[in-house]
């Protein structure tokens, strides 16, 4: 599991260390934003942000190449196997444009020049083109979201050899449960949902390498966005133009690529591979929401041991 900011650092050695079961989890720490930016909670005094964003938690602000070079070396520090930026504007946040880059370039490139020497990949959420083009020339890894890509952008991508993670979930989830989205949010989601649609389709059909990510957060019983239904994700792909395999290649082959030089031998039955499994109770070719259902899914292993289903 690549957790793109939040408590994955943290819950990485719970399960490496066999405190609880769970999936090999390669967390980023915190989500590295500029000041004003989509990691900012605007509605906050600046001073309370400053003070938060020092404490090891969610979110990061860093401005200036020396502070995000900084930013991104306090992550390290914590564990993170890759680092996340808000290279553009975005949903939930109250008063940034999605489309209007954040990062300036010579930020962008120390962020990508600190996890280079680690052999970390930089995420970058991007909507806009601004921003998503700056983040390739600075070299991160994927792109998040991509609400935006052109024709150029795919170029770029398949060029630098970017992989786009579309995360189609979270804007599903929040159309599908409008009152729980606050009206602003609400008001930029309308904008763009049927451009990101129209995005992902356009670089399945340019050649972009595609890996699944659903930017799910919550958990909970009832609750929309919640762990647990991130297995949605395969069948939104299918809808925008993916064969059923091919978005089970997304979520599987193409899933540990995200992660560059950390990437794990997982995702494909190969020797030499881990045996991360899982069993379903039908063919999900012939139907790929069967994998939207944790019920469908009979047992799972990791690394060999099953930790679902046994007898």
Excluded at 183 to 199: E, R, S, V
């Amino acid at each position: 599991m690549r957790e793109v900011g939040g408590l994955g650092v943290h819950l990485a050695r719970a399960v490496a260390e066999g405190v609880l079961d769970g999936p090999a989890v390669y967390g980023a720490g915190a989500i590295l934003s500029t000041t004003g930016g989509h990691g900012d909670l605007h509605s906050l005094p600046l001073d309370w942000m400053r003070d938060f964003s020092g404490r090891d938690g969610l979110l990061r602000l860093a401005d200036g190449p020396e502070e995000c070079a900084r930013a991104a070396r306090e992550q390290l520090r914590r564990g993170a196997r890759l680092i996340k930026v808000c290279a553009s504007g975005g949903v939930l946040s109250e008063i940034d444009d999605p489309i209007h880059q954040q990062f300036t370039a010579a930020e962008l490139r120390a962020i990508v020049e600190v996890a280079g020497l680690a052999e970390r990949a930089v995420a970058a959420h991007c909507h806009g083109k601004p921003g998503i083009m700056a983040a390739l020339r600075a070299g991160v890894r994927t792109i998040e979201h991509g609400t935006y890509l052109d024709d150029e952008c795919c170029d770029a991508m398949r060029e630098t050899g970017a992989i786009l993670v579309p995360t189609r979930t979270i804007i599903e989830d929040m159309l599908a449960f409008r009152t729980a989205v606050p009206d602003y949010a609400m008001a930029k989601l309308d904008a763009i949902a049927d451009i990101h649609a129209q995005a992902v389709t356009r670089a399945y059909e340019h050649g972009v390498t595609i890996a699944m990510g659903t930017d799910i957060a919550l958990t909970g019983p009832g609750r929309p966005n919640a762990w647990g239904q991130n297995g949605s994700e395969p069948g939104y792909l299918v809808k925008l133009g993916m064969s059923p395999l091919e978005a089970i290649e997304a979520a599987t082959a193409s899933g540990p690529l995200t992660l560059g030089p950390q990437a794990p031998r997982s995702g494909q039955l190969a020797e030499g591979y881990d045996a991360d499994v899982i069993a379903l109770d039908a063919d999900p070719l012939a139907d790929i929401g069967v994998l939207a259902d944790p019920a469908r899914i009979t047992a799972v292993w990791t690394g060999g041991r099953q930790v679902k289903g046994a007898a």
